[in-house]
């Protein structure tokens, strides 16, 4: 926060001064791309503001905090669709402003929460806050954070919570096939509206005439994962009392899948320099819209504007081309077995949680402190007796022998309005995780080869560069491997280009080790 502080100062220290004083902020390039729109991953105030005015025109930002605070509890309580109000309030704005969409129109649960308290059959807990009206904090809809954070924060440190992935999965998924494409186009090349395309979802959405007059095969109701309505048990009148969820600290901030508005990547030609995202409706969709990892890869692959560098830039690209491939062998390694192919020194989050879902008896008597040894112990000592759990037969089934338990799950037709069990609905976050951990190594790799190009680009003369990743120790060693082992027989050079020259600092530290580096001469 300090470092953004500063650099904010020296922004605005630029904008007074000419265009030739004006400082570069350019150095700080990226984020955990699985958090991206995530309100609950921006905890400093001074990063939502920015937050708010880099992703928003003033009068998107104006209207959506006025929306939050005043005309959403309105909506509420009298059913207005605020999103003609919006639209008709602005239509002379040149499509700038965001076309909001009420959760309600989009998450069938908050409509039927509004219908019950509408109704009077919602019981208001006595300790229940409702939302504050001073509260600015919002998330932008987008895939990386339905997929990515709130999948994987649940999944490692919340698994007490329940979502619904697997309904996705089995109706508008049906295939760890389709799974892997739809992904691939999602997130590593492709375009957004083919992406969505690929998924079976009602026939408006997908534009197909022919079945327009069924209606029943309506999958968009399987496109939210989390309830806002907690069913309670009233043994006096012997009945369920509806109450409105409050998940505290673990709020699902994405609690649908974003089809109808979303986060993409902003056109560079269109949009300032400061704007790098920004908010459109499915009705405005074009064929080239990408997520941001996706245009990350295509602006890395097709970067050959400065004709002195035509040479390092084909080179580049190869390497964009050469991390794809990569990262599709480690998603493949790693659904062909989650347990024994996952990384036997910082990982074991999958196994953990699939014992938490499947074998809660013996999970709840071992010492789960540490995922990793779960991970690599054969055999674990009971809690409570003197007998040791023989973990190391229990195994997480592929991928796609998990899919298809999925499906057959919900193949009878007769469990489409019952949430899955643990063991369903973890094997559906562990397919998802797979990819989306990978996901981060992919756009480091990226992040760096667009930076050592616009350093290429930008420098007459040949200068080092040093580019500094903070990132935990699986994904760091992911890079590092990526970029420093050959998939030749040279053991001193690779594909890459790049050399390993020296290893500073620990792998495993102890508890109250000190953990500062010195940095070798030749990196200052």
């Known amino acids: ?41 921006v905890q400093s105030e001074f990063v939502q503001k920015e937050w708010m005015n880099r992703l928003l025109t003033p009068q998107e930002r104006d209207e959506l905090l006025v929306l939050k605070s005043s005309d959403k509890k309105k909506a509420k309580e009298e059913f207005i669709n605020i999103d003609e109000k919006i639209h008709s309030s602005s239509s002379n704005n040149n499509n700038n402003t965001i076309p909001f969409i009420p959760e309600s129109n989009m998450n069938p649960e908050r409509k039927e929460l509004e219908r019950l308290r509408s109704i009077g059959k919602l019981v208001i807990d006595e300790e229940d806050d409702d939302e504050d009206d001073n509260d600015t904090t919002v998330s932008f809809p987008s895939f990386e954070s339905f997929f990515g954070g709130q999948c ?143 245009r990350l890869f295509t602006k890395v692959t097709t970067n050959n504007n400065d004709d002195n560098n035509n040479d390092n830039n084909e080179k580049i690209s190869q390497i964009a081309q050469m991390a794809k491939e990569w990262i599709l062998q480690k998603i493949r390694m790693n659904s062909l077995d989650p347990k024994n192919s996952d990384d036997t020194q910082s990982g074991g989050e999958w196994f953990e949680a699939y014992l938490y879902a499947e074998h809660r008896d013996i999970y709840d008597d071992i010492d789960v402190s540490d995922a990793t040894v779960l991970l690599t112990k054969k055999k674990m000592k009971s809690l409570t007796e003197d007998t040791k759990h023989n973990i190391g037969k229990i195994q997480i089934p592929s991928c796609s022998d998990a899919f298809q338990e999925i499906n057959q799950y919900y193949n009878d037709g007769l469990k489409n309005n019952i949430a899955p069990t643990q063991r369903i609905e973890v094997l559906s976050e562990i397919i ?41 120790a699986a994904h760091t060693r992911a890079v590092s491997e990526f970029f420093t082992t050959s998939p030749s027989s040279s053991k001193k050079k690779n594909n890459t280009m790049f050399r390993k020259k020296s290893f500073t600092g620990k792998n495993d530290y102890k508890e109250h080790e000190m953990r500062a580096l010195k940095l070798p001469d030749y990196l200052w």
Not at 11 to 27: A, D, L
């Open 152 to 294: 994987s924060d649940v999944l490692y440190y919340s698994k007490h919570i329940r979502l619904c992935y697997a309904p996705f999965m089995s109706y508008c998924v049906q295939s760890i096939s389709n799974w892997e494409n739809f992904f691939n186009e999602l997130f590593l090349g492709g375009t957004i509206p083919t992406a969505l395309s690929m998924l079976h979802l009602n026939s408006t959405n997908q534009q197909q005439e022919e079945d327009s007059i069924t209606t029943t095969n309506n999958n968009n109701q399987y496109l939210y994962i989390r309830s806002p309505i907690r069913q309670e048990w009233n043994s006096e009148t012997n009945s369920y009392d509806y109450h409105h969820r409050d998940d505290g600290e673990n709020y699902i901030t994405n609690p649908f899948f974003p089809l109808f508005f979303y986060l993409c990547a902003a056109d560079d030609k269109e949009n300032n320099e400061e704007k790098s995202n920004t908010i459109i409706t499915k009705q405005q969709q074009q064929q080239q819209q990408q997520t941001w990892s996706s």
């Open 432 to 472: 998802i995780d797979i990819c989306m951990s990978r996901l981060i190594d992919f756009v480091t790799i990226l992040k760096i080869l667009e930076i050592i190009s616009m350093h290429n680009n930008n420098v007459k003369k040949k200068k080092k560069l040093m580019i500094v990743c903070y990132m935990g």
């Open 1 to 41: 926060r300090r470092f953004m502080e500063q650099n904010d100062e020296q922004e605005k220290e630029g904008n007074n001064n000419s265009n030739k004083n004006k400082k570069n902020n350019n150095w700080i390039h990226c984020v955990d791309m699985r958090d991206i729109g995530c309100e609950g991953s």
